[in-house]
C-alpha cells in the first residue's frame, strides 16, 4: 500500500500537515506492538494511546507489528522502532538499544483454559493432551511450559503443543473442541469475543510475572525520553487512558522496578534456549 495511504488510514497525514504548517518537529515516531492479536484488532486498541501520544508530544505516531514473535522480537533487537509495547522477557533482551520507561500495572498470570465439560480439573488431567497457544515465544507459552516442567510433565512425552496465530484463536481452538487446553493469560482472554469465553473456563497456575512493558530508544535522547515516559504515566488520568485500562484489562501504568527484571531472569533463558542464542 502506498506510503500515503498507510498515513490517511492512521489518521496521521491532516495531523501531519498541521505540524509542518507550525513548523514542529513532524518525523514520526515508530511505535511496535508485539503481534499478540491480530493487526486489525491491535491498531483498533492502540488508537487511543496513539491519538494521545501525538498530541501530547506534538508529532505522529506510526503503528507497526509483525507476522509472528520471531520477526518482531528480530526487527526490535535491530532498532527498527523508536517505541515498543513487548513481552516483558522480550523488553529485557532490548535493554541494550531501548531504555524501558513503564509495564503495564496488572499482573500478567498465564493461565490454562479448558472447556467446562472437559474432565480437566487439575494438572494430571493434561496429562495426553492436546494444547493451544499463540507461539512458543509469548510469555504465558514460556510461563506454562516452565511450570509443567518443573512439575514433572515434559513436551513431547506428556502433552502435544500446537501453535495458534493469537491467544485469541488458541482460546477459540478450545472453546469448538479442536483442542483440549490452551495456554494464554487474564487480559488476551479479557478480550476475546463474550460469546467465546462464555464456552470456556480457567485452570489457574501458580505463576505470575511482569507485565508487557514499554520502551523507546535511546537514540530519542534523555530529554524525548523523559518526555515519552512522563506522557505515558499521564495517560491513565484521562478519560481516553482510563477507557483503554478498562477495555484491556491493564488497569494502568506502573514504575518497572529491579525487583521485575530479576524476576524474569529465568524467563529470559528460556526464551534465548528456544531461539539458540548464547546467555
Known amino acids: 500500500m502506498h506510503r500515503r495511504h498507510i498515513l490517511r488510514w492512521l489518521g496521521i497525514l491532516p495531523f501531519t500537515r498541521s505540524l509542518l504548517a507550525e513548523g514542529v518537529e513532524s518525523r514520526p515516531l515508530r511505535l511496535g506492538i508485539m503481534p499478540f492479536n491480530s493487526t486489525l484488532a491491535l491498531f483498533k486498541t492502540h488508537q487511543p494511546l496513539r491519538q494521545y501520544l501525538q498530541i501530547e508530544l506534538g508529532r505522529p505516531i506510526e503503528l507497526f507489528t509483525a507476522a509472528d514473535y520471531f520477526t518482531f522480537l528480530n526487527s ?21 538499544s531501548y531504555e524501558a520507561l513503564v509495564r503495564y500495572k496488572a499482573v500478567l498470570q498465564p493461565v490454562f483454559v479448558v472447556r467446562p465439560n472437559s474432565g480437566i ?13 499463540s507461539s512458543r515465544l509469548s510469555i504465558s507459552s514460556i510461563g506454562g511450559v516452565k511450570w509443567l516442567l518443573d512439575h514433572g510433565m515434559q513436551m513431547g512425552r506428556d502433552y502435544q503443543l500446537f501453535e495458534r496465530a493469537t491467544h ?17 493469560t487474564h487480559t488476551p482472554l479479557h478480550q476475546v469475543p463474550e460469546d467465546v469465553r462464555a464456552k470456556v473456563s480457567i485452570l489457574p497456575i501458580d505463576v505470575s510475572v511482569p507485565h508487557l512493558m514499554t520502551l523507546a530508544h535511546h537514540r530519542l535522547g534523555k530529554a524525548e525520553l523523559k518526555r515519552v515516559r512522563a506522557a505515558l504515566l499521564k495517560f491513565g488520568t484521562t478519560a481516553q487512558g482510563q477507557a483503554f485500562f478498562r477495555d484491556t484489562g491493564y488497569e494502568d501504568y506502573a514504575a518497572i522496578t529491579p525487583e521485575d527484571l530479576e524476576s524474569l531472569a529465568p524467563y529470559v533463558t528460556l526464551t534465548k534456549a528456544l531461539l539458540g542464542h548464547p546467555s
Open 168 to 184: 485469541g484463536a488458541a482460546v477459540a481452538a478450545v472453546a469448538v473442541g479442536e483442542l483440549d487446553a490452551a495456554l494464554t
Open 121 to 133: 480439573r487439575s494438572l494430571d488431567d493434561l496429562r495426553g493432551k492436546r494444547i493451544g497457544l
Open 76 to 96: 526490535s533487537l535491530a532498532g527498527e522502532y523508536d517505541l515498543l509495547i513487548t513481552g516483558p522477557h522480550f523488553g529485557v533482551m532490548c535493554l541494550q
